[in-house]
T-cell receptor
Framework: DGGITQSPKYLFRKEGQNVTLSCEQNLNHDAMYWYRQDPGQGLRLIYYSQIVNDFQKGDIAEGYSVSREKKESFPLTVTSAQKNPTAFYLC????????????FGAGSRLTVL | DQQVKQNSPSLSVQEGRISILNCDYTNSMFDYFLWYKKYPAEGPTFLIS?????DKNEDGRFTVFLNKSAKHLSLHIVPSQPGDSAVYFC?????????????FGQGTILTVHP
């Protein structure tokens, strides 16, 4: 079955540590996205990538970094510069930049201790 | 600046009745609208969408209505079922190079009682 795999599902981090969230898709989608969800808020776009080796900042990119070395993979690093990293992180993909329907992974919950 | 707003944090309905979830937007560049359903600790799943050239789109028990002049859309679920209990997000896209970049509302928690 095609889909998006995010790992780990739960992650705990000490303050000052960087952490990388994995996102892999086997849907052959061109575009990939990272969103963040906080309680009582909608999903907010962190970074997105329309093609390999290219990515763009979303609305809340500060304190985050990404790479897109392969079409299937779009890892997100939460750096120590992110002031409030505790959140639910969602990775998504779409067929191409002309497609509005995103397919989401199951998410990763990051908790900073 | 909240460009997409869902002003009702929660909605409770009886099984078999109609559920109506509402969404307002402010950005007149939005031309495509979607509804997603989300269960706890899972990713959202796509439910139904509508282009700004239409004012209604149906898919089984789900119908989305778009009122462009009022910048308002709504999702109707008829009849509601207990399995529909979830968080519902509306989302909007501005088209052009913004395809795939969705702006989401805060979500509405729907509870359908047996």
């Amino acid at each position: 079955d095609g889909g998006i795999t995010q790992s780990p599902k739960y992650l705990f981090r000490k303050e000052g540590q960087n952490v990388t969230l994995s996102c892999e898709q086997n849907l052959n989608h061109d575009a990939m996205y990272w969103y963040r969800q906080d309680p009582g808020q909608g999903l907010r776009l962190i970074y997105y990538s329309q093609i390999v080796n290219d990515f763009q900042k979303g609305d809340i990119a500060e304190g985050y970094s990404v790479s897109r070395e392969k079409k299937e993979s779009f890892p997100l690093t939460v750096t120590s510069a992110q002031k409030n990293p505790t959140a639910f992180y969602l990775c998504a993909s779409s067929m191409n930049t002309g497609a509005n329907v995103l397919t989401f992974g199951a998410g990763s919950r990051l908790t900073v201790l | 600046d909240q460009q997409v707003k869902q002003n009702s944090p929660s909605l409770s309905v009886q099984e078999g009745r109609i559920s109506i979830l509402n969404c307002d937007y402010t950005n007149s560049m939005f031309d495509y609208f979607l509804w997603y359903k989300k269960y706890p600790a899972e990713g959202p799943t796509f439910l139904i969408s509508i282009s700004s050239i239409k004012d209604k789109n149906e898919d089984g028990r789900f119908t989305v209505f778009l009122n462009k002049s009022a910048k308002h859309l709504s999702l109707h679920i008829v009849p509601s079922q207990p399995g529909d209990s979830a968080v519902y997000f509306c989302a909007a896209s501005a088209g052009g190079t913004s395809y795939g970049k969705l702006t989401f509302g805060q979500g509405t928690i729907l509870t359908v009682h047996p």
